[in-house]
């Protein structure tokens, strides 16, 4: 089984601060200053913070009159998706120069799988400083990489020397780094998990590693499996050039908050009514539905059913949603209401994973 275990050299590249710095760039009386993107209004959220924002604590998703606060001198500039769009089709083309294999996560972030790559180089780190100066050469933007043997770790790695650098973490460097790691930098681990773990006295890699695969799975589920295998360095994803969308979804946030579950339904129905659009457009259906609260004080809740058979109209969504709002008296007013819909009709079942042991030819590997 050794022989077969595919081993990989993998690249995840991470734009700095990228809308905030496509702002900068295309208006250079922004340049140097604290900017963030969207959120200017009462109700509005930070979509992305430039460095210089970032010193005073404004981050993406907060409010903007949080950000406000924070940073009185902050400037305010309206989101620009199209622009984004444009600026990451001409990094995107930059990948291509170098594999096919590329899996972009975002308009500003992607996979690399460059084990094998058109340029014939063997040294990941150096295809990973090309990329990072043709980047800037070509859209006067900085980029920041990860260079190691799987996803998990090179998505880690990339946010290590942030802004405008790279970290490659060698084979032989894998289990040793993530062990000295606090278990909140592991990707996945949401601030739920992460004071959940420290409760648990689990702090650092090294403490999740001492754990057992039945105590993982006993307080965290299936994700126990997860963080069992993903800090002994094992995570076989593979780079998948063409994503398969998993979910899809709409939301709406309110000029006023909403405390009458009545109101709410009338607003769930629009939502409904966008995401059966969105379904009917790309031809799917989804068995898995969820209803995203956000409450006045912006805790977030979910609540979610699956169903025996696919859906994609509006009244059966509805139907769920309803039972899923019902289920529980709401204990706040409410900023946000959101539907999505997942467990879609293009999905295709899972291949069984290789055997542990199979992954110890991946830490032999010049980087």
């Known amino acids: 089984m050794q022989d077969e275990m595919p081993i990989r050299k993998i690249i995840h590249v991470d734009m700095d601060a990228f809308y905030a710095s496509v702002e900068q ?10 900017i963030a993107v969207g959120g200017s209004s009462a109700r509005g959220v930070v979509s ?20 406000r606060k924070l940073c009185p001198e902050l400037i305010f500039v309206r989101t620009n998706f199209d622009r984004y769009k444009e600026v990451s089709k001409q990094i995107r083309k930059i990948f291509f120069e170098y594999t096919d294999l590329v899996e972009p996560l975002s308009l500003d972030e992607a996979y690399l799988d460059v084990t094998e790559n058109k340029k014939g180089n063997p040294s990941a780190t150096l295809i990973a400083t090309e990329i990072r100066k043709k980047i800037k050469e070509k859209t006067g933007l900085n980029a920041s990489a990860g260079i190691s043997v799987n996803k998990f770790v090179a998505k880690i790695a990339s946010d290590i020397n942030k802004p405008n650098g790279q970290k490659t973490i060698g084979p032989e460097e894998v289990v040793p780094f993530l062990e000295t790691l606090d278990v909140k930098k592991f990707y996945g681990v949401g601030k739920v998990t992460k004071e959940k773990m420290y409760r648990l006295g689990i702090f650092t890699g090294k403490d999740l590693k001492s754990k057992s695969l039945e105590f993982l799975e006993e307080h965290f589920g299936k994700s126990g499996g997860f963080y069992y295998k993903v800090v002994r360095g094992i995570h076989n994803s593979k780079v998948k050039p063409s994503r398969t969308q998993k979910s899809l979804a709409a939301e709406h946030t309110f000029s006023e908050n909403i405390s009458s579950e009545i109101f709410m339904m009338e607003r769930l129905e629009e939502i409904a009514a966008e995401v059966e659009n969105r379904l009917k457009s790309k031809k799917l259906a989804g068995k898995t539905v969820t209803l995203k609260i956000k409450y006045r004080d912006f805790t977030l809740q979910t609540r979610s059913k699956t169903l025996p058979l696919f859906i994609a109209s509006k009244e059966l969504i509805l139907d769920v949603v309803k039972e899923l709002l019902f289920q529980e008296k709401m204990k706040e007013s409410v900023r946000l209401l959101g539907i999505s819909i997942s467990h879609l009709n ?7 994973e290789v055997p542990k042991e199979s992954i110890d030819v991946q830490l032999k590997l010049e980087f």
């Open 25 to 34: 760039l295309d208006n250079p009386d922004l340049r140097g200053k604290p």
């Open 48 to 67: 992305a913070a430039s460095y210089e924002a970032r010193k005073f604590g404004v981050r993406s998703a907060m409010s903007g009159a949080m950000a």
């Open 346 to 352: 293009n999905e295709t079942p899972k291949k069984k």
